[in-house]
């Protein structure tokens, strides 16, 4: 690992923090690191996306999360939330999917809700959260078709919040399934810089961490 592998990675880097107890000095601190390491965006809940757009003053973007964690809110419910953010500055959103739907095979519901929250997009950044851990190969496969069609601009594997988070597998098939305009963002439980790496070096074009820029700190500190 050299230093511009790491460069790499927290250019594809969403720093982020979704604790519930998280305050806004925290808050603070985790966007001060985004903009001094070039993150790619910071990930942070709706209530602070105000806030956060006027201390960063244009210097990073900031992206927040719809339906988070759970993602069986109504349709209506997450358009609001999806509304209010971008009001409030967000450029980029995070929507997790409704997987009672998905277990009960109402494609159709799926689809009309992400392109709903894309038409609202605009131009802000969309990506669609699946919670890979909670489905079968098949249902994730179904999930890229759908993904595409709607053309959000990535797939994102988790909340983190889930039984599980990213993993080399579910990434190769969410890349080899997903149209050639669809990013991948692995989330969850990337903990380590070799493993941010090795997941950009499959296909990823965003990662989701909390830990990769403390991880990252010293070879900036090195003299």
Same mark, same amino acid.
């Given at each position: 690992?050299?230093?511009?592998?790491?460069?790499?990675?927290?250019?594809?880097?969403?720093?982020?923090?979704?604790?519930?107890?998280?305050?806004?000095?925290?808050?603070?601190?985790?966007?001060?690191?985004?903009?001094?390491?070039?993150?790619?965006?910071?990930?942070?809940?709706?209530?602070?996306?105000?806030?956060?757009?006027?201390?960063?003053?244009? /210097?990073?973007? =900031?992206? +927040?999360?719809? @339906? %988070?964690?759970? #993602?069986?809110? &109504?349709?209506?419910?997450? !358009?609001?939330?999806?509304?209010?953010?971008?009001?409030?500055?967000?450029?980029?959103?995070?929507?997790?999917?409704?997987?009672?739907?998905?277990?009960?095979?109402?494609?159709?519901?799926?689809?009309?809700?992400?392109?709903?929250?894309?038409?609202?997009?605009?131009?802000?950044?969309?990506?669609?959260?699946?919670?890979?851990?909670?489905?079968?190969?098949?249902?994730?496969?179904?999930?890229?078709?759908?993904?595409?069609?709607?053309? /959000?601009?990535? =797939?994102? +594997?988790?909340? @983190? %919040?889930?039984? #599980?988070?990213? &993993?080399?597998?579910?990434? !190769?098939?969410?890349?080899?399934?997903?149209?050639?305009?669809?990013?991948?963002?692995?989330?969850?439980?990337?903990?380590?810089?070799?493993?941010?790496?090795?997941?950009?070096?499959?296909?990823?074009?965003?990662?989701?961490?909390?830990?990769?820029?403390?991880?990252?700190?010293?070879?900036?500190?090195?003299?």
């Amino acid at each position: 690992m050299n230093k511009n592998d790491v460069k790499r990675i927290l250019a594809a880097t969403d720093h982020t923090l979704l604790r519930p107890t998280a305050t806004f000095d925290e808050i603070k601190k985790l966007l001060t690191e985004g903009m001094e390491f070039g993150c790619a965006s910071c990930c942070i809940p709706t209530s602070y996306v105000d806030e956060a757009v006027d201390f960063v003053d244009g /210097a990073l973007p =900031i992206c +927040t999360v719809i @339906g %988070f964690p759970n #993602g069986y809110e &109504t349709t209506g419910s997450k !358009l609001f939330q999806t509304e209010d953010a971008l009001e409030g500055g967000a450029s980029e959103i995070d929507m997790v999917i409704n997987l009672g739907w998905v277990k009960d095979g109402l494609w159709d519901l799926i689809y009309d809700e992400i392109e709903q929250i894309r038409d609202l997009c605009d131009d802000a950044i969309l990506k669609v959260i699946i919670e890979t851990s909670e489905l079968e190969d098949r249902e994730k496969i179904r999930l890229c078709e759908i993904v595409t069609d709607c053309e /959000a601009d990535f =797939i994102k +594997t988790s909340t @983190g %919040f889930a039984s #599980g988070g990213a &993993t080399p597998d579910d990434v !190769l098939l969410l890349c080899r399934h997903v149209g050639p305009h669809i990013g991948v963002k692995a989330s969850g439980g990337i903990r380590t810089l070799e493993d941010a790496l090795a997941y950009l070096e499959i296909g990823a074009g965003r990662l989701g961490a909390s830990a990769l820029v403390g991880l990252a700190r010293p070879f900036f500190d090195e003299k």
